[in-house]
């Protein structure tokens, strides 16, 4: 009995394996490594070395390690970037998501966790979303995901298939030191890049519907985001009937702008940020309070941002030094 991590050796993916680990439960990685890194696999955990988009591997890996349940992170999820590339996206995160499920079908794996996000509402009506809260993703990225969801859904209905989504917020942090976001679009690598290079961070517009113009979004801090996904396959594997999605949000919204303070304040670089253009397919704010993934998924925040900022940034060093 194992549980195959898609896209487990990600940022996210990594910590979700360690997670598992911690749980008691048996974690298997399988990765194309396009943005993964092999050594975020920790030793001893068997790791397929391919995409989502390979059936057969996928129904080799499941046979190889008689896997019974699936976290599936792996997926493209540069919202800004799949506003260029939507054949992209929607092949990695739809087609890809189709053929795993396929081969889960095929093998009778019948529970699956999946990585959602906040971009399926897009700019919503409300302060704080509700998992209810209409869904109007604004970029390929967040209608990706939202398609990955009716996927689940539709499968559910058709092979009876144990499911959930759990709708990220902004993820950030790193949970072991050996463990960074090596994304090249996302604000805090970004950042932290810009900071290694002397040079200055720069934010997406500033002349957005905010209290100072910059965008609003929710921070979580990735270990506690893995915690919450060992639970779900827990609770899976006991039986349990989780709800169809969970929004993993803290229910604080922070600017870009007051990131990067807590960046000065955790870095301990005093900077003054440039103001460059808008980024297509940015909601002004979006935060959401995980009242119900608090209740079924002991979804709680563990971690200050200062804290999110300082785990990020000495990972990030260590992993390039200046
Ligand atoms: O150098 C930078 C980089 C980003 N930003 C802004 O910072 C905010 C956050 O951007 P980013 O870190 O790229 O996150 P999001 O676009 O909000 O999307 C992330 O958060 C989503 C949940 O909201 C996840 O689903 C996505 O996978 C993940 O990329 C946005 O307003 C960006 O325009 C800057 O101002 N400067």
């Not at 795993?100 to 009778?108: I, N, P, Q, S, V």
């Not at 060992?230 to 990131?259: C, F, H, M, P, W």
């Amino acid at each position: 009995m194992s549980w195959l991590v898609t896209g487990g050796a990600g940022y996210i993916g990594s910590h979700v394996v360690r997670a598992l680990a911690g749980e008691g439960l048996e974690p298997v990685v399988l990765d194309d490594l396009s943005s993964g890194i092999a050594s975020f696999v920790p030793e001893g955990v068997p790791f397929a070395n391919g995409t989502i988009l390979d059936g057969d591997l996928l129904r080799r890996t499941i046979d190889e390690h008689g896997v019974t349940g699936v976290v599936h992170v792996a997926g493209f999820k540069y919202a800004g970037v799949s506003v260029q590339r939507p054949l992209h996206t929607y092949e990695q995160n739809v087609t890809g998501t189709a053929r795993l499920l396929e081969a889960m079908a095929d093998r009778g794996v019948d529970r699956i966790v999946f990585s959602s996000s906040a971009a399926v509402y897009g700019t919503p009506d409300t302060d704080t979303v509700i998992e209810g809260t209409p869904k109007n993703p604004e970029s390929p990225y967040g209608e990706s995901k939202l398609i990955g969801e009716w996927l689940l859904r539709d499968q559910g209905r058709a092979a009876g298939l144990r499911h959930t989504s759990l709708r990220y917020f902004n993820v950030v942090g790193s949970g072991e030191p050996d463990l960074y976001d090596a994304s090249p679009h996302n604000l805090f690598p970004l950042v932290f890049q810009a900071l290694l290079d002397g040079k200055t961070p720069r934010i997406n517009g500033d002349d957005y519907d905010t209290p100072d113009g910059t965008c609003v979004r929710d921070y979580v801090h990735v270990a506690d985001l893995a915690i919450s996904h060992a639970v779900a396959a827990r609770k899976l594997d006991a039986g349990e009937t989780l709800e169809s999605a969970y929004n993993l949000g803290s229910g604080d919204g922070v600017s870009v702008r007051q990131i990067m303070d807590a960046m000065a304040e955790g870095t301990g670089i005093a900077f003054t940020p440039e103001i460059a253009p808008r980024r297509p397919g940015d909601p002004d704010r979006i935060v959401a309070k995980g009242e119900l993934a608090a209740r079924d998924l002991d979804w709680e925040m563990r971690h200050t941002l200062l804290e999110m900022v300082t785990s990020a940034w000495e990972a990030r060093k260590a992993a390039v030094p200046a």
